[in-house]
């Protein structure tokens, strides 16, 4: 009872979160500025859209395709097309419930090529240990490349003796932290250090697979697909195609935290870019409207695979 309450939670939350979010934000606008927001998605410039989706659904498929090295190391040989629908049904399933698609990807190999539920979420897990990586790689990339403007908006938020005091404590937290696990006996930081040790295993499973470069090869095509396909969409308004390409870093990061902690980035993802922009000069109502057409046009593909590999997978794919 308690797991289904809390997994129930899990979905409700965000959504309540993000219809908050929608609510609140488009009640900061004035009417004018809401038929501005309007306006910009009617004169948007879709052909780039178009291309960005176009180098989504390549990242898509070099998912698929990056699959295929774990699976062969544990010894499993399963064909592209089941790769790539279990990818897409995978996309599709993690925007209604939160991580569920990772289980839905597995079991898809599970019931048509026999591969055991547990390893095929294992090399999932290893992907998503490099994803991680990348991810904290990016983040740091962008936030050096935008650091003076970051500093300087911090600085203007927080005055100076404060934002000492705070860093201060969370250094002081920070170094309780550490100490705390390497020295506490309590049960939940012993269940930490076997998460962190499984985190350290699957990183360095991957440099022990025959195909190690291919592997690695997709993963940066694939987080490089990612980049390309926010920085195209800029184009598409002209209020944001002057943007540099640390602006878009720092809005790309923003964006892919907003999706990672909620379903999908569901309301929180325009907002959450709109703002970075306003940051930087681009006016509320162009950055906002750049963030919906961004979330709507990828929300669009993933749905539109989804349902379609929900359709052909039974077809082409039998349950075995």
């Known amino acids: 009872m308690k797991q289904k309450i809390t997994r129930l939670l899990s979905i409700i939350l965000p959504l309540a979160l993000g219809v908050f979010l929608i609510i609140y934000s488009y009640n900061q606008f004035t009417p004018q500025q809401l038929n501005d927001v309007f306006s910009h998605f009617k004169n948007a410039d879709y052909t780039y859209i178009y291309i960005s989706l176009f180098i989504g659904l390549s990242s898509h498929m070099s ?21 790539f629908f279990a990818v897409c049904i995978a996309n599709f399933m993690n925007m209604t419930i939160p991580r569920s698609g ?71 937290f920070f170094i309780a932290a550490v100490l705390m696990f390497l020295y506490s006996r309590m049960q939940w930081v012993q269940k930490l250090k076997l998460k962190i040790s499984g985190f350290t ?4 499973s991957v440099f022990k697979m025959r195909n190690k470069w291919p592997f690695l090869l997709h993963s940066a095509y694939i987080w490089t697909s990612y980049v390309l ?17 640390g602006v878009v870093a720092i ?70």
């Open 229 to 245: 396909m926010f920085y195209v969409t800029i184009y598409s308004l002209p209020e944001t195609a002057g943007l540099s390409f």
């Open 63 to 83: 998912r698929a395709y990056h699959w295929k090295y774990t699976l062969e190391h544990m010894g499993y040989k399963t064909p592209f097309g089941l790769r």
């Open 102 to 172: 990772e289980v839905a990807r597995a079991l898809v190999v599970k019931e048509r090529r026999d591969v055991p539920l547990d390893e095929g979420i294992g090399t999932i897990v290893s992907e998503r240990v490099i994803d991680l990586i990348i991810m904290l790689f990016c983040t740091s990339v962008a936030v050096l490349l935008q650091f003076g403007t970051l500093k300087d908006y911090l600085v203007k938020q927080i005055p100076l003796d404060k934002l000492l005091i705070y860093g201060l404590t969370g250094l002081a």
């Open 251 to 320: 809005a790309f990061v923003v964006g892919s935290f907003a999706v990672t902690f909620s379903n999908g980035g569901f309301g929180v993802y325009p907002i959450a870019v709109g703002a970075i922009l306003k940051l930087y000069g681009i006016p509320a109502e162009a950055g906002t409207a750049f963030g919906w057409i961004v979330w709507a046009s990828q929300t669009i593909m993933v749905v539109l695979l989804g349902c379609l590999s929900f359709l052909l997978l039974p077809l082409l794919y039998r349950k075995k």
């Open 201 to 204: 295993k699957g990183v360095l």
